[in-house]
């Protein structure tokens, strides 16, 4: 088990009558405990709370005037991680009902467009967990991480033609690899504590493979086992952190992770804990 | 009310182990009532059914051997019809939660990059069922349907550029106008009437104004207050009429639509039937 | 050298006024001679011919009224093609000025977003002419010929994601990946027997190598060596076989090749020529 | 006629071998006089230069090697410009054979998609200079002009969709709406003065009307009749003011422009030149 404290802190110059809607908060997941948590908003305002009963995503809406505005989420969470060993594919004839949408394609993951491509490289891997292994493997060796070489709008098959991208265009690009060779997949996001700042929220994907879903972090900049669950979604569009109509400014943005010493105390000499706080 | 006996025979030379997922059947939904239905599939195939809770869509799986299958839905469906005249629209904070998603981006309907040209052309028209009607109306103008002019994976951006789709390309850039002015949109795909063979599924569109979903069809080639209802999406990957995972040839779709009189009798002099047997 | 005699025939159903702008006949070269030609146009057509001094390419342009329109080009044109063994690539700097452009990218080949993937490929490969054959092969191992696969429309980019094309969009791709690497390439069409009907304009590509331009054709469809060429372009838009402003509908088009045995003469007991009538 | 003195600086960081390939000088143009021209490369640089005979753009190049490289242009231009009132559009059956290709798509004018929209929506104005005007119009009304919503490899496609850019998103929509419907159009580059700092290069675009190549600045930005030439291309691929083969990073760019008094002389109480100095 591994906790942290995880905490966002937002501030927006509002210039009209803006709706905002915020996926924040971590999610209730079985892998993770919210040990303690809580959401603060500019006084006044009248903050409405819903958990999608698909996704399990939890957000929250609000309409703000015109004027500065501050949203701030803390929470302690445990997260707890199984080892994964080997696991197996599932053929596409067991995909349970509720599983099959995730080996369609969507916006950011034109996997109807990658069949061919993805099967010409991977089609000959042994199905199981290491097949999905050497995707993010092949994406984390060709697929160059720079900063400024995507919009939110990039999709996929933009990122696998141009080799460059970020934590998101690698996610999308793992998503779309694996439903083209018919393993559902889906977009995961996250608190995880970098070893370089700045601290930021982190995407990573995850497949459905022996019955399960497997977490994988192509970037590899991460620990998947540690990464405190936000969103799980189609892809991008599903769990963006903040969705707003109206016109703002973010004048802030820290997001910080702390990540505990596991053991639950401080090891004499050296901080339990690390932190690091994100720039805007 | 409308009652119409609907159709579709599909047959396929199965040449590999296939997995197949079917969404054929008429939806159980308000505006329709399914007074009698029949599902056959070539003997020997173990049918699974369900029914997705998000969307209310029936689908129904099986896995198939090599060599020739059949599959052939027939349904009386009465469809009730509400005239609408004049509906407002629902601002942003107030669409429910179970909506908001419908605002969001999707695979063929990029609302992400086409904000602005939206707003361009749709922004200044007074918000109501009235704006949505120029929008569908705009398509139904300036978009040639021309069979050929777009392919499985065309989307709404491309379809703006050229000009030309087939129906639910049209779908696709009515949903796309609607959520990029922030009007929650989906994909609906059904049973219709055409005056002109041959018969086929046909897809329109559906926008949340005035707190319901109303339907438009911006090809203007079908009643939509007539249409049965199939499937509800996203946009079309979600609603396909048939996915199959393994190596299939389809050889033969028929679609066949027949509106009974409305009165429930023939007149006389004239059969109170139209038949109209779709082509391959 | 190869003797060939190849014929194109045109018609069209011309619905409005017209002018019409075509790339049919043999280009003079270094590398063929032509022996004998004829150009036949409805008659009341007054046609203007043109080479183009960038190119070579020969073009001839006409207006036509209403009615029906017949083009009909033959020539026997001796092919001389130099065995090519080892060449070393010419570094970017000793590019001749008037080579230099066919670096840049072009309408169908974006070799300005391909760099890093093209690098990624063929970057450590040992510079000179076996490098090129290497991307020749990967194209020729990689992409499926299907026609139908791709429109006029489609991009080198989009081949390189989809893995299926014609000629065009081999060439295309060839072309894009060499000049991502620094290495000029351009587009050729021209006249070439097919084993298998029908016979077809075909396209391939030549790379700066060497200090010359070399052809490869990656499809494997046709020697190289006997190919009577007709264009030379930056892309497929420079060399179109047929351009035209106005209404027309193609009713005819058929493109024969004949090649004649190269010794001059009919060998005892199989006729010299071999003879392939295109459809339409 | 206009004077002005314009001057170029760029500073680079060499980090490897690198061949460099510039176009910053102004060209012999019917429009222009260079009164007085002068350019320095870091000494050691052995330089090379050629005007390419199609378009009658001055490139220059060399290789560099690693460490400081400067590059100064400084030019004094003396510009001509006419009257231009009302012309003819030249119908595309006269369009001379050396223009003929400016009819074509380019890398970043993709005029064979647009040729239905831009038929629609400027297919019924009347022929002629207004016509074009008209679609400048419609540009600088519909664009935005936002600095970094566009990179080097958006079209114009993506520019109509996106409703934003700079000024060369302008001028390449601008030439592929004149080209898709008939009107032969080609890129300008220039130096031209802005009322607002900072200097920069500019790109507008020039239509074949009325026997003549017309200029248009969509952006609006800039009065075409005192546009210092540097370059002219189908697009912006022929006419980047800097190519490079190896490893560099830019440390300074500085475009300046000085605009003299028409008349020759300092007009009392204020001074005859106007400068302005770009940033970086």
Redesign the interface.
Known sequence: MHLSTVETVLEYDVKAPT?F?FNLEAAHWPTQKIASERLAVSSGVAVHS?T?P?SGNR?F?F?ASPGPLLVDYKADVEVYSEHVDDLPEV???QVP??I??YL????Y??S???G??AQ?MFGNEAPGISRVRKIANWIHD?I?YRPGSST??TTA?EV?????GVCRDFAHLGITLCRAI?IPARLVVGYVWFDEPPQDFHAIFEAWIGGRWVLFDPTGMAPVDRLVRIGTGRDA??VAFSTF?GAVEMTRKEVSVLEHDPRGRAPSGKPSVVLAAAGA
Chains 1, 2, 3, 4 share one sequence.
């Open positions: 709706h809607c819903f999608d698909g957000f809406r309409d053929p596409v004839s009902d509720e099959f949408h369609m394609p969507t916006r993951c034109e109807d467009v990658m061919s491509v010409q060709s160059e939110s709008t098959q696998f033609v141009q080799r460059a018919n569009k599903d109509f």
